[in-house]
């Protein structure tokens, strides 16, 4: 089976950093993505990991330990935008996708 | 850039009655796939497929049932509503064949159903 596990909420300051964490178990591991979900729309696309190591893109970065089953996906420089819902998706060998619970965070003045 | 269209943003139905959920994608993907988002679960799938006529069953696929009769478009099916599928179904598509997948889920804006 797969399983996926994300903190539920998470709350921040503007300006600040925050990592969100992600832990998995799954068979077939093919790559870890991270999305970006804004109340009431659809989750779009934010960074893939197939290797090891820390992925960057501007603010936002994301690492994977496939020997841990662990990811953490990092916002810098937060932003009143950033208050979304994060998503962390496995892939197997397969085309299917295994969605985390998803952690809402909010960024405060 | 890739479009998702799904047929209807907002539906009410009552118990009993068949739905049907509409997706189109627009660049030739051969996955695609229905999920169902609920508070506190997350994405869950229903149903893949990976080509024309081809269908796979996901994590929750009782009480709903797949249409892929060409390559852009998927349907969901609830052949009898009920309350508990009241949800919000969201379609996506990826590039890759034959196992090899290759790109990244595009979702569509979502459907949100309620059944009374």
């Known amino acids: 089976g797969q399983n996926i596990d994300q903190p539920t909420e998470m709350t921040a300051t503007e300006g600040a950093i925050v990592q969100i964490n992600c832990t998995y178990q799954t068979s077939g591991f093919n790559g870890l993505f991270w999305y970006q979900q804004h109340a009431g729309e659809a989750p779009t696309f934010l960074s893939y990991n197939v290797l090891d190591g820390l992925e960057e893109k501007g603010r936002f970065s994301s690492f994977l330990s496939r020997s841990k089953g662990y990811s953490y996906l990092l916002l810098k420089e937060l932003q009143m935008k950033d208050s979304a819902s994060y998503l962390c998706?496995?892939?197997?060998?397969?085309?299917?996708?295994?969605f985390g619970p998803g952690t809402r965070l909010s960024v405060l003045p | 850039d890739v479009k998702v269209t799904q047929s209807s943003r907002y539906l009410v139905k009552r118990t009993g009655e068949k739905v049907f959920l509409e997706c189109v994608q627009d660049m030739d993907h051969e996955n695609m796939f229905w999920y169902r988002q609920d508070p506190g679960l997350g994405l869950r799938l229903i149903y893949f497929s990976y080509d024309v006529k081809m269908k796979e069953k996901g994590d929750i696929p009782e009480g709903y049932s797949v249409s892929r009769e060409k390559k852009e478009r998927f349907s969901l099916i609830l052949e009898s509503a009920s309350t508990n599928q009241t949800s919000m179904y969201l379609c996506a598509s990826s590039s890759g064949t034959s196992g090899s997948w290759t790109g990244e889920l595009f979702f569509g804006e979502g459907s949100r159903l309620t059944v009374l």
């Open positions: 998706a496995v892939t197997n060998y397969g085309q299917n996708f295994v």
